[in-house]
């Protein structure tokens, strides 16, 4: 009697199923689009904690609708062969103020609470919060030793403000200035692979 993984069916199955995932794991290292979608390999940690080294990320390339909070994908402005994913903060219109790590978005704070602390070293003290704004929340580390140089402004017409989550190591709209639409490739979805750890496979990163 065959055993359940000695069936005929097994054998056309996995290496079907295996086969499909190297082929997906080599688009998301070059960002190809698949019937609406992109996958994208993350390579730093300026996303943590959200998105962690090594994860493979959905991307839907479908939608126009980006607002606070939505992840996205979008090519360097500084450098367009380079493709990026950061979070955004300011959508067109938006007065923004960022001092003392702490934001303030059109006269309204974003409020923060701490949910734990994860390195605390000499040269670094990594604090993790979360961050709220209306009925949107998620989570981001500090670096309590290290400074933050204060902005404001309001974000032009067709153009995005983004951080990274891991904010005080994160090259961003900080270093980038703003992200025109027309660089934007989609919004993130999901972590549909991690190769450093595979419970964060089906992470939901949408907001909305």
């Avoid at 996205?72 to 007065?95: A, E, H, W, Y």
């Avoid at 450093?196 to 949408?206: A, P, V, Y």
Wanted: net charge negative; glycine share 6%.
């Amino acid at each position: 009697m065959l055993k359940k993984y000695n069936r005929w069916y097994v054998y056309v199955v996995y290496p079907i199923v295996w086969s499909s995932l190297i082929y997906s794991l080599a688009l998301a290292d070059f960002g190809r689009s698949i019937l609406g979608f992109e996958a994208f390999r993350i390579p730093t940690g300026s996303m943590m904690p959200t998105l962690m080294i090594g994860d493979y990320v959905t991307v839907d390339t479908r939608t126009t609708n980006r607002g606070f909070g939505d992840v996205v994908v979008f090519d360097n402005p500084k450098q367009p062969s380079v493709t990026l994913m950061k979070r955004i903060i300011g959508v067109p219109g938006d007065q923004i103020i960022y001092r003392d790590k702490k934001l303030v978005i059109n006269e309204n704070e974003v409020t923060y609470k701490k949910t734990r602390d994860v390195d605390t070293f000499s040269n670094v003290s990594i604090i993790e919060f979360l961050e709220e704004f209306g009925e949107t929340n998620y989570k981001v580390f500090h670096d309590l030793l290290k400074e933050s140089e204060p902005i404001e402004f309001t974000v032009p017409d067709g153009q995005y403000f983004v951080l990274g989550d891991n904010r005080d190591h994160s090259r961003d709209s900080r270093y980038l200035g703003f992200i025109p639409a027309e660089n934007i490739h989609g919004v993130a979805t999901y972590v549909w692979f991690s190769w450093e750890d595979l419970s964060r496979m089906g992470f939901n990163i949408k907001v909305r």
